[in-house]
């Protein structure tokens, strides 16, 4: 009986350590012997007990590996003190497993050199720009070296950079004194705007004024224009009047009568205006006067 259960309790032991059920994303290094053997994917497997054992256990997930901070040099002797953080995956186990005594250890190290490496060649300004730059160099020096342990490294992520208090103080009172002087340039640029747009506003409404009193002369000369032609159209018409008047039956009496009165108007009013009194020499002039108008009349109609 108690051989029975000495020989189950072998069984179990034997039948525990002979199965091996590997998680998923996960990889199993098997050595026979002390000897590496093969690299067990996710799923069951079976080991020979006391001869293959199970030496080294990786995960094949993306790994976030903090890096310590440390303070760098740049290239215009600053210091600056950087912290990151680098991404990594085991893509070969057995590399993984025997070609670094601890790949971890050698990864951050390599990080920290390569950041120091890639940050003397900067300038402090420039380390803020190029995050990007300083990223890609540090990934680019860790996956050459990492093949050989069997690991992809992702990608790095500087978390901060952080220059002495002095440099912070210098570097907060440029950026105020731009801002002020981007204010003092809006200014005055403001006023100009301003002096343009007055200068601009001036000078529309000098020459609207102008274009108004241009068009007011034009209106005016036109209404005088329009008033002569009105007043010859009107004038012609009379004379054609009169002329149509003096053909008819005692026209020429009514023109002799009419001159007749004209004249003596005109000498009436000379007498108003003067304190002598003038009268023709002799009063047969008056009469001449009437009959060489009545000729002129007549030689008009004939022509006519």
Same mark, same amino acid.
């Given at each position: 009986?108690?051989?029975?259960?000495?020989?189950?309790?072998?069984?179990?032991v034997?039948?525990v350590?002979?199965?091996k059920?590997?998680?998923q994303?996960?990889?199993?290094?098997?050595e026979?012997?002390g000897k590496?053997d093969?690299?067990m994917?996710?799923?069951?497997h079976v080991?020979?007990?006391?001869?293959?054992?199970?030496?080294?256990?990786h995960?094949?997930?993306e790994i976030?590996?903090?890096?310590?901070s440390?303070?760098?040099?740049?290239?215009?002797?600053t210091?600056?003190?950087?912290d990151?953080?680098l991404y990594?995956?085991?893509?070969?186990?057995?590399?993984?497993?025997?070609?670094?005594?601890?790949y971890?250890v050698?990864?951050?190290q390599?990080a920290?050199?390569t950041?120091?490496?890639?940050?003397?060649?900067?300038?402090?300004?420039k380390?803020?720009?190029?995050?990007?730059?300083?990223n890609?160099?540090?990934v680019?020096?860790?996956?050459e070296?990492?093949?050989?342990?069997?690991?992809?490294?992702l990608?790095?992520?500087?978390?901060?950079?952080?220059?002495?208090p002095?440099?912070?103080?210098?570097?907060?009172?440029?950026?105020?004194?731009?801002r002020?002087?981007r204010a003092?340039?809006?200014a005055?640029?403001g006023?100009r705007?301003?002096?343009?747009?007055?200068?601009?506003?001036?000078?529309?409404?000098?020459i609207?004024?102008?274009e108004?009193q241009?068009?007011?002369? $034009?209106?005016?000369?036109? /209404?005088e224009? =329009?008033?002569i032609?009105? @007043? #010859?159209?009107?004038?012609?018409? +009379?004379?054609?009047?009169?002329?149509?008047? $003096?053909?008819?039956?005692? /026209?020429?009496? =009514?023109?002799?009568?009419k @001159? #007749?009165?004209?004249a003596?108007? +005109?000498?009436a009013?000379l007498?108003?205006?003067n304190n002598?009194m003038?009268v023709?020499?002799n009063?047969?002039?008056?009469?001449g006067?009437?009959?060489?108008?009545?000729?002129?009349?007549?030689a008009?109609?004939?022509?006519?």
């Amino acid at each position: 009986m108690e051989i029975a259960l000495v020989l189950a309790v072998v069984a179990i032991v034997f039948v525990v350590r002979a199965i091996k059920i590997v998680p998923q994303q996960h990889a199993f290094v098997v050595e026979r012997l002390g000897k590496y053997d093969r690299t067990m994917a996710p799923g069951p497997h079976v080991l020979i007990p006391f001869i293959e054992r199970v030496a080294y256990q990786h995960s094949l997930k993306e790994i976030p590996l903090d890096v310590p901070s440390q303070i760098c040099i740049t290239k215009d002797n600053t210091q600056l003190t950087v912290d990151g953080i680098l991404y990594f995956q085991i893509t070969d186990p057995m590399r993984a497993s025997y070609g670094s005594s601890n790949y971890i250890v050698a990864i951050s190290q390599l990080a920290q050199t390569t950041l120091r490496s890639v940050i003397g060649r900067m300038e402090l300004d420039k380390t803020f720009e190029e995050r990007d730059l300083i990223n890609s160099s540090v990934v680019q020096a860790l996956d050459e070296a990492a093949l050989n342990w069997g690991v992809k490294v992702l990608r790095y992520e500087i978390k901060d950079l952080t220059p002495p208090p002095a440099i912070l103080h210098s570097m907060q009172a440029q950026i105020t004194a731009e801002r002020e002087k981007r204010a003092l340039i809006a200014a005055s640029e403001g006023r100009r705007q301003e002096q343009i747009n007055i200068a601009t506003g001036e000078r529309e409404a000098a020459i609207a004024k102008s274009e108004g009193q241009k068009q007011a002369e $034009i209106n005016k000369a036109q /209404g005088e224009a =329009a008033a002569i032609t009105a @007043v #010859a159209d009107a004038t012609s018409d +009379a004379i054609r009047k009169i002329a149509s008047a $003096i053909q008819q039956p005692g /026209g020429d009496q =009514a023109v002799q009568l009419k @001159v #007749a009165e004209k004249a003596v108007e +005109a000498f009436a009013q000379l007498a108003q205006k003067n304190n002598t009194m003038i009268v023709p020499g002799n009063v047969s002039e008056v009469a001449g006067l009437i009959g060489s108008a009545m000729s002129l009349l007549k030689a008009g109609n004939r022509a006519a």
